[in-house]
Each structure stands twice: as C-alpha cells, then as structure tokens.
C-alpha cells in the first residue's frame, strides 16, 4: 500500500509540474477509438459467442520541449521531444462471458517523456494500470516503469514495429485461480515483467487489406512454488489480425491472458470501427 500511495504521489506531481511548466499547453490530438463487433470462438470452448473489442488512447497533457534543426526540407517547428500524460484501453467482451476466451480488460495512464527522430520513437516513464475480467471478479493494479521503441518504415515501407516492456508490482485485490492455489489462500503483492511485440504492415493484395501481428508475454519474478506449479507465473498470447475491405477482419490467437486458466486457439471475425 505504501509503494502505491508513493507512485500515485509521484504521478500526480508529474501532471501538476507539466501543468505548472507548460507555455504554452499543447491540446492532444492523438485520441483514438476503436470499436470492433465481433463473432468469437476458441478451440476448446462451449460454443461461439458475439461481442466486441475496444482499444482507445491519448494524451490528456503534452508539453514539447525540442524542435527539429531548420533547413530548407525540415520543418522547424516539428516537435521532436514531449513530456507526456497518458491514457489508454483495451479489452474483450461477450454476450457471454463464460464463453469469452480473452477475459482481459485493461485500463492505463502514464507519465512519460517521448522523444522522436526519423529513426524511431522512444518512450520511457512511469504508469499505472487497473487489470480486471468482464464480471470483475478477478481484479488487480499494477504500477511501475515503462519503456517503448517503435519504428515506422522498420522493414518495408509504410510498416511499423513497436516493442513494449513494462516491470511493476502487482498488489491483486481478487484473482480467484491464484488464491485457489496458495496454501494460505491470502494474495501478496509480487513482481512481473510484461513485455509486447507489434507489427503492422498495409497491403493492397486482392481482398486483403492489412497484415498486423502482436505478442504478448508476462512472466511473474520470485515465483512460489504453488503459482510456478500451476502455470500461473507466466502468460503468453500471440494473435494474426489480418484485415480486410470494408473494414472487415479476420483474426487468430492462440495462448493466454492473464486470469485465464488455460491456453487456448481463438477465432474471431468482426468489424472494425475507428474513430480519430
């Protein structure tokens, strides 16, 4: 609770100090929204069940602090260092959500310095960030340090590759396969990195619209032997989102997410609506 109270502090200080700091204030115009009806199933699932995806994001402060050198192809007012407050979401629902294989939910903010260049994009600072399932019987904050690299035109033109790392504490207010497991049936805040792997590439072949694959793995640090026994010491989900005309997708998963209890091979089809 004391390594809480001090990160919420330290955040907070953070955003009143840009707050403070700032001339002038820099509006965000990095909101995004997506919104994806879907059809989904899994392998080892009772039956396919219809639900949505969200993801959303964006700065709710931003203030620049570099700008590019002048010169005749350069724009000089094109900011290449920002100290940044944060937000952002994702998740899985369904209508039923004991059929829902990807029972995640996710909601983050952060506070962070970016720094880009034609070569790439680097971000590192701190965050918090509020982990749940869909009926929030499982639920948990975790808070720590944050990094992220990210390239456009990283293998070929117009892709992208990002790689996320996190490592923070886990304080688990109710994660019911974990206390299952422990012999004192009491959950102690541990340790975990987690670590995300994204490349998107656009394509113009016949029907297909966009290749995009993304990977995600948690590992928890100074395991017990009951969660290490278990399995529940490390999460791993690799999913193939390829997209379509009209904004359709069809998209594979296999592993599994955090407060699942098994791994598993997800089939999803839906519609993609993006609001920026």
């Known amino acids: 609770m004391k390594e809480l109270i001090l990160t919420t502090a330290v955040l907070l200080c ?32 009772i039956g396919a069940t219809v639900g949505a995806e969200y993801k959303f994001g964006g700065d709710l402060y931003t203030k620049n602090f570099e700008t590019m050198e002048s010169g005749a192809s350069i724009n000089p007012n094109a900011p290449i260092g920002s100290a940044v407050i944060g937000y952002s979401g994702n998740g899985t629902f369904a209508t039923a959500k004991d059929r829902n294989p990807k029972n995640f939910l996710e909601f983050l903010i952060d506070a962070k310095i970016r720094y880009s260049v034609s070569k790439g994009t680097v971000i590192g600072g701190l965050f918090s960030k509020y982990e749940t399932d869909q009926s929030f019987s499982n639920k948990q904050l975790v808070y720590g340090l944050r990094t992220t690299l990210g ?10 590759m990002a790689i996320d790392a996190n490592y923070g504490r886990v304080d688990p207010a109710d994660d019911i396969e974990r206390k299952a497991v422990l012999v004192s049936g009491k959950l102690n805040p541990y340790y975990r990195w987690n670590i995300e792997f994204l490349y998107m590439y656009p394509l113009e072949w016949n029907a297909v619209r966009s290749l995009e694959f993304n990977y995600r793995y948690f590992i928890e640090t ?5 969660i290490k026994g278990s399995g529940l ?3 791993e989900l690799a999913t193939l989102h390829i997209g379509l005309k009209n904004d359709l997708f069809i998209a594979y998963s296999a592993g599994k997410l955090p407060f699942d209890r098994k791994n598993d091979q997800i089939f999803q089809i839906g519609f993609s609506y993006k609001l920026n």
């Open 151 to 160: 390239k456009k035109n990283a293998m070929r033109t117009n892709d992208f």
């Open 222 to 226: 100074n395991v017990p032997a009951p």
């Open 14 to 45: 953070v955003t009143s100090q840009l707050a403070i700091s700032a001339e002038p204030a820099v509006s965000s115009n990095n909101e995004t929204f997506e919104f994806s009806p879907i059809v989904i199933d899994s392998k080892d699932g």
């Open 233 to 235: 010491d490390k999460h």
